[in-house]
Protein backbone atom coordinates (compact mmCIF):
# COMPACT_ATOMS: atom_id res chain seq x y z
CA UNK A 1 0.00 0.00 0.00
CA UNK A 2 1.03 3.36 -0.70
CA UNK A 3 2.93 5.12 2.11
CA UNK A 4 2.06 8.68 3.06
CA UNK A 5 3.89 11.38 4.80
CA UNK A 6 2.70 14.16 6.76
CA UNK A 7 4.48 17.35 8.04
CA UNK A 8 4.49 18.33 10.88
CA UNK A 9 3.44 15.91 13.30
CA UNK A 10 2.49 18.33 15.97
CA UNK A 11 2.38 22.15 16.43
CA UNK A 12 1.29 24.50 19.06
CA UNK A 13 -0.21 27.92 17.39
CA UNK A 14 -1.47 30.81 19.18
CA UNK A 15 -5.23 31.64 18.00
CA UNK A 16 -5.78 33.73 14.74
CA UNK A 17 -3.00 32.48 13.07
CA UNK A 18 -2.68 30.09 10.90
CA UNK A 19 -1.33 26.67 9.82
CA UNK A 20 -0.66 24.43 6.56
CA UNK A 21 -0.58 20.81 6.86
CA UNK A 22 1.41 18.56 3.89
CA UNK A 23 0.40 15.57 2.83
CA UNK A 24 2.73 13.28 0.74
CA UNK A 25 2.56 10.41 -0.69
CA UNK A 26 4.56 7.59 -2.34
CA UNK A 27 2.48 7.07 -5.56
CA UNK A 28 0.78 8.94 -7.38
CA UNK A 29 -3.37 8.83 -6.49
CA UNK A 30 -6.22 10.11 -7.96
CA UNK A 31 -8.35 10.79 -4.41
CA UNK A 32 -6.78 12.17 -1.39
CA UNK A 33 -8.97 13.19 1.74
CA UNK A 34 -8.70 15.02 5.14
CA UNK A 35 -10.24 14.41 8.10
CA UNK A 36 -10.54 15.57 11.63
CA UNK A 37 -10.08 13.58 14.52
CA UNK A 38 -11.42 15.96 18.03
CA UNK A 39 -9.88 14.93 21.21
CA UNK A 40 -11.83 11.92 22.10
CA UNK A 41 -13.78 11.79 19.01
CA UNK A 42 -13.90 10.05 15.77
CA UNK A 43 -12.84 10.79 12.14
CA UNK A 44 -15.09 13.19 10.12
CA UNK A 45 -14.67 13.99 6.67
CA UNK A 46 -13.59 17.75 5.75
CA UNK A 47 -12.80 17.69 2.40
CA UNK A 48 -12.11 15.49 -0.87
CA UNK A 49 -9.50 16.71 -3.35
CA UNK A 50 -9.22 15.92 -6.85
CA UNK A 51 -5.18 17.05 -8.55
CA UNK A 52 -7.10 19.94 -11.13
CA UNK A 53 -9.76 20.72 -9.72
CA UNK A 54 -11.52 22.53 -6.38
CA UNK A 55 -11.85 20.27 -3.46
CA UNK A 56 -15.41 19.40 -2.33
CA UNK A 57 -15.97 20.25 1.33
CA UNK A 58 -18.46 18.31 3.05
CA UNK A 59 -21.27 20.02 5.64
CA UNK A 60 -20.18 22.21 8.02
CA UNK A 61 -16.50 22.68 6.49
CA UNK A 62 -15.66 25.83 4.34
CA UNK A 63 -13.14 27.11 2.21
CA UNK A 64 -12.07 30.34 3.70
CA UNK A 65 -11.47 28.09 6.99
CA UNK A 66 -9.89 25.05 5.76
CA UNK A 67 -8.26 25.99 1.99
CA UNK A 68 -7.19 23.03 0.26
CA UNK A 69 -5.08 22.68 -2.63
CA UNK A 70 -3.29 19.79 -4.33
CA UNK A 71 -0.70 20.92 -7.43
CA UNK A 72 -0.09 17.11 -8.57
CA UNK A 73 -1.06 13.89 -8.11
CA UNK A 74 0.59 12.88 -4.66
CA UNK A 75 1.18 16.19 -2.58
CA UNK A 76 -1.51 17.99 -1.01
CA UNK A 77 -2.06 20.79 1.68
CA UNK A 78 -4.57 21.74 4.28
CA UNK A 79 -4.46 25.21 5.62
CA UNK A 80 -6.62 25.47 8.73
CA UNK A 81 -7.19 29.14 9.35
CA UNK A 82 -8.15 31.90 11.52
CA UNK A 83 -7.34 28.98 14.33
CA UNK A 84 -9.65 28.74 17.59
CA UNK A 85 -8.55 26.50 20.55
CA UNK A 86 -11.88 24.64 18.92
CA UNK A 87 -9.45 23.95 15.81
CA UNK A 88 -7.28 21.65 18.15
CA UNK A 89 -7.42 18.13 16.70
CA UNK A 90 -5.99 15.97 14.90
CA UNK A 91 -5.31 16.46 10.94
CA UNK A 92 -5.19 13.02 8.67
CA UNK A 93 -4.80 12.89 5.48
CA UNK A 94 -6.49 9.60 3.49
CA UNK A 95 -5.67 7.98 -0.15
CA UNK A 96 -7.95 6.22 -1.79
CA UNK A 97 -6.08 2.52 -3.53
CA UNK A 98 -8.84 0.72 -5.10
CA UNK A 99 -10.52 -3.10 -4.12
CA UNK A 100 -6.72 -4.36 -2.72
CA UNK A 101 -6.17 -1.87 -0.10
CA UNK A 102 -9.09 0.27 0.77
CA UNK A 103 -7.96 3.73 2.40
CA UNK A 104 -4.48 4.30 3.93
CA UNK A 105 -4.04 7.43 6.75
CA UNK A 106 -1.16 9.53 7.07
CA UNK A 107 0.32 9.16 10.88
CA UNK A 108 -1.70 12.58 11.27
CA UNK A 109 -0.84 15.79 12.97
CA UNK A 110 -1.65 16.99 16.30
CA UNK A 111 -2.52 20.77 16.29
CA UNK A 112 -3.33 22.41 19.48
CA UNK A 113 -4.59 26.21 19.42
CA UNK A 114 -3.79 28.36 22.43
CA UNK B 1 -25.99 10.26 3.72
CA UNK B 2 -24.85 7.26 5.74
CA UNK B 3 -24.26 7.38 9.20
CA UNK B 4 -22.39 4.57 11.28
CA UNK B 5 -23.20 3.29 14.90
CA UNK B 6 -20.92 1.25 17.01
CA UNK B 7 -22.76 0.36 20.73
CA UNK B 8 -19.97 -0.27 23.01
CA UNK B 9 -17.89 3.16 23.66
CA UNK B 10 -15.45 0.87 26.08
CA UNK B 11 -14.90 -2.72 26.03
CA UNK B 12 -12.72 -4.59 28.83
CA UNK B 13 -11.73 -8.68 28.08
CA UNK B 14 -9.84 -10.58 29.94
CA UNK B 15 -6.40 -12.20 27.51
CA UNK B 16 -8.34 -15.49 25.72
CA UNK B 17 -11.93 -14.24 25.66
CA UNK B 18 -13.57 -13.96 22.78
CA UNK B 19 -14.63 -10.63 21.47
CA UNK B 20 -17.79 -9.48 19.08
CA UNK B 21 -17.86 -5.48 18.57
CA UNK B 22 -21.31 -4.04 17.07
CA UNK B 23 -21.36 -2.18 13.78
CA UNK B 24 -24.24 -0.91 12.36
CA UNK B 25 -25.10 0.92 9.39
CA UNK B 26 -27.90 3.53 7.77
CA UNK B 27 -27.60 3.97 4.10
CA UNK B 28 -30.26 2.55 1.57
CA UNK B 29 -28.06 2.03 -1.20
CA UNK B 30 -24.92 -0.42 -1.81
CA UNK B 31 -22.25 0.41 0.54
CA UNK B 32 -18.53 -0.75 0.90
CA UNK B 33 -17.60 -1.57 4.72
CA UNK B 34 -14.28 -1.36 6.68
CA UNK B 35 -12.78 -1.84 9.75
CA UNK B 36 -9.97 -0.10 11.03
CA UNK B 37 -7.59 0.07 14.14
CA UNK B 38 -6.01 2.56 16.25
CA UNK B 39 -3.41 1.09 17.98
CA UNK B 40 -1.88 3.46 21.07
CA UNK B 41 0.03 6.43 19.84
CA UNK B 42 -0.39 4.83 15.94
CA UNK B 43 -1.89 5.53 12.63
CA UNK B 44 -4.98 4.33 11.72
CA UNK B 45 -4.39 0.91 9.89
CA UNK B 46 -7.13 -1.25 8.18
CA UNK B 47 -8.09 -4.75 9.91
CA UNK B 48 -10.34 -5.54 7.01
CA UNK B 49 -12.82 -4.32 4.38
CA UNK B 50 -15.86 -5.70 2.75
CA UNK B 51 -16.92 -4.64 -0.72
CA UNK B 52 -18.61 -8.00 -1.92
CA UNK B 53 -19.09 -11.32 -2.16
CA UNK B 54 -18.58 -13.76 0.40
CA UNK B 55 -19.84 -11.85 3.69
CA UNK B 56 -17.39 -13.33 5.93
CA UNK B 57 -14.56 -11.17 5.75
CA UNK B 58 -11.39 -12.24 7.08
CA UNK B 59 -8.34 -9.69 8.23
CA UNK B 60 -5.23 -9.33 10.04
CA UNK B 61 -4.38 -10.43 13.45
CA UNK B 62 -6.77 -13.31 13.74
CA UNK B 63 -9.65 -10.78 13.42
CA UNK B 64 -12.89 -11.33 11.10
CA UNK B 65 -16.07 -9.65 10.45
CA UNK B 66 -19.80 -10.96 8.87
CA UNK B 67 -21.33 -8.34 6.77
CA UNK B 68 -25.41 -9.06 7.40
CA UNK B 69 -27.41 -7.02 4.80
CA UNK B 70 -30.49 -7.48 6.31
CA UNK B 71 -29.66 -6.61 9.49
CA UNK B 72 -27.30 -3.39 7.96
CA UNK B 73 -24.50 -4.76 10.40
CA UNK B 74 -20.88 -5.75 9.65
CA UNK B 75 -19.76 -6.72 13.61
CA UNK B 76 -15.79 -7.32 13.99
CA UNK B 77 -14.70 -10.71 15.96
CA UNK B 78 -11.79 -12.47 17.17
CA UNK B 79 -12.09 -15.30 19.11
CA UNK B 80 -9.42 -14.99 21.45
CA UNK B 81 -8.12 -11.37 21.98
CA UNK B 82 -4.30 -10.80 23.43
CA UNK B 83 -3.40 -7.90 25.45
CA UNK B 84 -1.46 -6.48 22.55
CA UNK B 85 -5.47 -6.29 20.69
CA UNK B 86 -6.07 -2.67 23.41
CA UNK B 87 -6.81 -0.37 20.63
CA UNK B 88 -9.44 1.86 19.16
CA UNK B 89 -11.57 0.10 16.66
CA UNK B 90 -13.62 1.94 13.94
CA UNK B 91 -16.14 0.95 12.08
CA UNK B 92 -16.64 2.64 8.67
CA UNK B 93 -18.26 2.65 5.66
CA UNK B 94 -19.16 4.73 2.31
CA UNK B 95 -20.90 4.32 -1.22
CA UNK B 96 -20.25 1.19 -3.05
CA UNK B 97 -18.81 2.03 -6.57
CA UNK B 98 -18.07 5.73 -5.44
CA UNK B 99 -15.27 7.99 -4.74
CA UNK B 100 -16.63 9.25 -1.90
CA UNK B 101 -14.27 9.75 1.74
CA UNK B 102 -15.27 7.01 4.84
CA UNK B 103 -18.14 7.98 7.08
CA UNK B 104 -16.70 6.51 10.79
CA UNK B 105 -18.54 5.16 14.01
CA UNK B 106 -17.39 6.83 17.14
CA UNK B 107 -15.19 4.24 17.55
CA UNK B 108 -15.01 1.77 20.53
CA UNK B 109 -11.92 1.41 23.01
CA UNK B 110 -10.87 -1.83 24.01
CA UNK B 111 -8.98 -2.98 26.62
CA UNK B 112 -7.64 -6.46 27.28
CA UNK B 113 -6.72 -7.30 31.15
CA UNK B 114 -3.50 -9.72 31.38
Known amino acids: SAVISQKPSRDICQRGTSLTIQCQVDSQVTMMFWYRQQPGQSLTLIATANQGSEATYESGFVIDKFPISRPNLTFSTLTVSNMSPEDSSIYLC???????????FGSGTRLTVV | AQSVSQHNHHVILSEAASLELGCNYSYGGTVNLFWYVQYPGQHLQLLLKYFSGDPLVKGIKGFEAEFIKSKFSFNLRKPSVQWSDTAEYFCAVNTAGGADGLTFGKGTHLIIQP
Open chain 1, 94 to 104: SVEQGDSYGYT
